[in-house]
């Protein structure tokens, strides 16, 4: 049975639901946390803890944990011996994750801004873990064809982009229209050239038959367990919402089901405690779908297993340094692959009449070319992975391509434009590029889009770095060293 809704709420309320954790911690349950949370979801959650539950009511008290991942691909060691001063802590189940003693502003550290490290959840990083155990047991075989279905902010695909085989592509994904903005800058800082980031409708995927390996959908959902970060959450709570988004949720799962290959995995989360976004979806599909579902191995304390189907794991923050976070592994069985939509899966295969650019040679020194192609869009250059360049020509055929590798110059009437990915790309070669290093205050200055003196450097083209770590390009051109930040990457807040 497929579950239909309507298009408008669904819009709406996926939007909302997927805002949830993202708004500043100003919004943390207070002191009297138990009367300001909903009767209905005090009971409930009576009921799944039993003797734990003052321990949860009391850990909702608490300030929510801070925690992000380093960007092993760009950090030098000098980088990382300054983010270890503010470290407290490893991340168990995820590598190079940590936790922090107080939140910063990130917003002014330009280390942030240059994707040396990703500010993440500490429980949805258990993705990590999942990944490792998908990739060795299930899915040894590469090149991977990934889809992040519901992908913004960026979390989850730039940590999937650090432990999948590079030679992986990833689909990033993000049906709403300012969310996938973010996520397309969060990919650049990141720095890879084998994410491809799309603005689409979960639906939009539906024809494409058995065409990935790999689908993560970190679901809308009611937002329980980010509570304690969150008191719009709160007040939003209802059971309306909560059945909503039960049936949002398989909605968005028939969308994509039959894009899985055979034996293709799927990997379902969401921030909820409730059972009937969680459990009860996993139970749907495995009725549903010819699915069986995979058992999550750990050895870390504090997450709570199942040890029959269907399996699962649950994050409660009275138990762990994390917040409330659900996530079941399930995979496709041998030869499920609907025919019902025709050759589309195929097409991708025949080659298409393109001529890859040739790259100025001051740009073409700057990279490794090895494995990569060339592409034009307009006046904009930039590369993809050859061994997915079919691919990602059909998918630009087919859905909203809105990024794609990394783009590193635009031409127009002869003139040269030096552009911001290229910067922030983990591939450049510093040694090939002028650069001017420049201090936390300089760096800062830049950083807010203001042009910065030339003095004693040289003319042309310069990457503006902080600790050796390119941050963006500026441009001397004698006076002054003319600022090449996007006018929308720029800080706004003041020092």
């Not at 550290?109 to 500490?122: C, K, M, W």
């Not at 790309?425 to 200055?445: I, N």
Request: glycine share 6%; net charge positive; hydrophobic share 35%.
């Amino acid at each position: 049975m497929r579950t239909s809704i309507n298009i408008t709420t669904f819009v709406q309320t996926y939007k909302m639901n997927k805002n949830r954790g993202s708004r500043s911690s100003k919004y943390r349950v207070g002191r009297d946390t138990e009367k300001s949370l909903p009767t209905a979801f005090r009971e409930r959650m009576k009921q799944l803890l039993g003797t734990e539950f003052d321990s949860f009511i009391n850990a909702l008290s608490d300030a929510p944990p801070v925690s992000l991942r380093v960007n092993k691909d760009k950090s030098s060691d000098t980088v990382l011996d300054i983010l270890k001063a503010s470290f407290s802590g490893e991340v168990a189940w995820c590598q190079d994750a940590f936790y922090l003693r107080e939140r910063p502003i990130f917003a002014l550290d330009p280390l942030f801004h240059a994707g040396i490290y990703y500010v993440q959840e500490a429980s949805s990083m258990f993705l990590a873990h999942v990944l490792k155990q998908v990739l060795e047991q299930i899915l040894p075989q590469k090149p991977l064809r990934v889809l992040d279905l519901c992908s913004a902010p960026g979390g989850k695909a730039t940590l999937a982009a650090s432990i999948l085989p590079p030679d992986t592509l990833l689909i990033a994904n993000e049906m709403v229209g300012s969310r996938a903005a973010v996520l397309k800058e969060n990919i650049i800082r990141w720095g890879h050239n084998n994410i491809t980031v799309t603005h689409n409708a979960p639906s939009d995927f539906a024809r494409m038959t058995g065409l990935f390996d790999v689908i993560f959908v970190d679901a809308p959902c009611s937002g329980e367990g980010m509570f304690r970060k969150d008191k719009q959450a709160i007040e939003e709570w209802s059971e309306d919402n909560l059945r909503m988004c039960s049936n949002r949720q398989k909605q968005i799962l028939s969308s994509i089901w039959d894009c899985l290959k055979p034996d293709g995995t799927l990997i379902y989360s969401t921030c909820t405690f409730n059972p009937g976004e969680n459990e009860e979806v996993v139970e749907w599909m495995l009725r549903t779908f010819d699915a069986h579902s995979v058992e999550l191995r750990h050895p870390f304390e504090g997450i709570v297993s199942t040890d029959k189907p269907p399996f699962s794991v649950r994050f409660y923050p009275h138990k762990l340094q994390g917040e409330g976070f659900f996530m079941s592994v399930i995979q496709k069985k041998n030869g499920d692959v609907s025919q019902k939509n025709g050759d589309v899966s195929n097409s991708f295969r025949r080659k298409y009449s393109s001529v890859s650019p040739m790259l100025p040679k001051e740009i073409d020194k700057m990279i490794d070319s090895t494995g990569l192609v060339t592409y034009q869009e307009g006046h904009t250059i930039g590369i993809i992975p050859e061994a997915h360049q079919n691919f990602i020509q059909f998918l630009a055929q087919h859905l909203n391509v809105i990024y794609k590798g990394c783009e590193l110059v635009e031409i127009n009437e002869r003139k040269l434009k030096l552009l911001h990915p290229l910067a922030l790309y983990k591939g450049l070669k510093m040694e090939e590029c002028p650069c001017y290093d420049t201090d936390l205050a300089t760096a800062l200055r830049y950083l807010k889009k203001e042009d910065l003196s030339s003095k004693e450097l040289p003319v042309g083209w310069l990457l503006v770095t902080y600790n050796n770590i390119g941050i963006g390009w500026g441009k001397n051109v004698g006076s002054r060293l003319n600022n090449y930040l996007p006018n929308n990457w720029r800080i706004r807040m003041k020092a």
